[in-house]
């Protein structure tokens, strides 16, 4: 039998990286812009440019998308489209399978 303690565990995230993000207090819509939308989309990476966590959200945005194909990918992460980060995905997958 379990008995209660009268804590409640702290269910709060710790420090994480996109606290420090450029867009952490922009509304997630701003780095969805419906297709087409060019002046939306070079707003959203305009944001990115001078982000302290860039590089950090760019390798989470390819880990987290891993093998999707470029349709299966979606807005503006890590300052580069999802066209963007497909190719640079491709990119480095050929490279690392002509160096083995």
């Not at 707003?43 to 999707?68: N, S």
């Not at 990119?91 to 083995?100: N, W």
Request: hydrophobic fraction near 30%.
């Amino acid at each position: 039998m379990t008995h209660y303690t009268g804590t409640v565990p702290d269910t709060r995230r710790g420090p994480d990286w996109r606290d420090a993000s450029a867009c952490r207090d922009i509304n997630d819509d701003t780095f969805f812009p419906q297709p087409g939308d060019t002046a939306g989309t070079e707003y959203a990476k305009a944001i990115c440019v001078g982000c302290p966590v860039l590089r950090t959200c760019l390798e989470a945005a390819l880990a987290e998308e891993g093998g999707r194909t470029k349709d299966n990918r979606f807005g503006v992460r890590g300052g580069l489209t999802h066209g963007q980060r497909y190719a640079l995905y491709t990119r480095r997958r050929v490279s690392s399978v002509k160096a083995a």
